[in-house]
């Protein structure tokens, strides 16, 4: 994956689950992190302010619903 440090993945609902695991682990590795919530915008803003600041990354979370 360190071939990808400094370049920004896109995730989709990486609230909880599998898609927060899979942010997270692109996050340690130095990758940026644009990734989208549907619900649960909080704990969406406070992931991202923690992966910023734990990893030194930028992370943006965007509002998305598939079913709107
Ligand atoms: N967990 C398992 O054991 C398991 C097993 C097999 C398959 N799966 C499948 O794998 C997928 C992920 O499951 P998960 O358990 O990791 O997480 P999940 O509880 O399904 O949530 C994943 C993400 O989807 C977002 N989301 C929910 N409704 C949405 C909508 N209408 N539009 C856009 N985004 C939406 C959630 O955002 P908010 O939190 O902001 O609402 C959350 O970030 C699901 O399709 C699930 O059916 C899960």
Do not use: C, H
Not at 43 to 67: C, F, H, M, S, T
């Amino acid at each position: 994956m360190s071939e990808m440090k400094g370049k920004t993945v896109v995730i989709t609902g990486a609230t909880k689950g599998i898609g927060e695991a899979i942010a997270r682990k692109f996050a340690q590795n130095g990758v940026n992190v644009a990734f989208t919530y549907n619900s649960n915008k909080e704990v969406a803003q406070q992931l991202a302010k923690q992966w910023d600041e734990e990893y030194g990354i930028k992370a943006r979370a965007y509002p998305l619903n598939i079913l709107a």
